[in-house]
C-alpha cells in the first residue's frame, strides 16, 4: 500500500542515503533505525511529501505520492520532531484548532475525553506554555486518540514521556495497527508495539 522505491537523499552536499526500498500493508509498523543524522527524519519527510527524493519513488495504494497530492495528505497523519502546538492556547483549543486546520469533525467532548484519555485532566485550560515538556508532548499526542487517517508516520513519538505515557502511544499505535492502519515510525528507545506486524529498517547499516 505504502511503497518506496529506490530513494536517494542529499542533503547539502552530503548522499545521506540511496537505494532504500520497502513495501508496507495494513496492519504493519516499518520502525526505522539508524544513528543520529542517518537521515531517518529526512525519509519521514520524504514519506510524507515534504521533501523530494533526487532519485526513487514514493507509491500510495499504487499511484505515486507526487500525483496524488491532497489525496494523500487526507490519508496521512504526520507527526514530527516538535510538538506543534501553540503555547498562548489551552491543551484543549490546540486540539480543537489542529483538528479543524485538518478539517476532521472533533467536539470538544471528544477533544476533552482525548485529553484525559492523556492524563491531562486537570491541565485542559491551562495555556501550554505553563505545560512541562512530557505533558506538552502529550497533548500533541492526544491528536491519536481519536485519529483514524491510514498512514501514521511519527518521528520520534515517544521522547520527553514517563513510562506510562510510552505505554499509553504504544497501545494507541497497535490499536491503529489491528484496523488495519499503517505506520513507519522512528525512535532510539525499545518500545513494545502490543499488535500488528513489526518490521525494521535500518539506514546506513
Ligand atoms: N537543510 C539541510 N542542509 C544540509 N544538511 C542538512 C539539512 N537538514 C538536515 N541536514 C543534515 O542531514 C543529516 C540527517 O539529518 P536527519 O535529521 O534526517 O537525521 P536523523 O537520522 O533523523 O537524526 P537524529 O537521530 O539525530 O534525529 C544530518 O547530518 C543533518 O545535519
Partial sequence: MLEASQLECV???????????????????LNLQGKNGAGKTSLLRMLVGLA??????????????????EDYRAELCYMGHHNAI???????????????????????????????????AGREDLQAKYLSQGQKRRVALARLIHERRAL?????????????AVDMVAG????????GGLAVMTTHQAVTIP???LREYRLGA
Fill in 11 to 29: 542533503r547539502g552536499d552530503r548522499r545521506l542515503f540511496a537505494g532504500v526500498s520497502f513495501r508496507l500493508e495494513g496492519g504493519e509498523l
Fill in 52 to 69: 523530494q527524493p533526487v532519485a526513487g519513488e514514493i507509491t500510495w495504494r499504487g499511484e505515486p505520492i507526487r500525483k496524488l497530492a
Fill in 86 to 120: 501553540k503555547e498562548e492556547l489551552t491543551p484543549l483549543e490546540n486540539l480543537l484548532a489542529s483538528a479543524r486546520l485538518a478539517g476532521e469533525p472533533l467536539s470538544e467532548e471528544q477533544a476533552l475525553e482525548a485529553l484525559y484519555a492523556v492524563g491531562l
Fill in 152 to 164: 501514521w508516520v511519527l518521528d520520534e513519538p515517544f521522547v520527553a514521556l514517563d513510562v506510562a
Fill in 172 to 179: 494507541l499505535i497497535g490499536a491503529h495497527l489491528q484496523r
Fill in 195 to 197: 499488535a500488528g506486524n
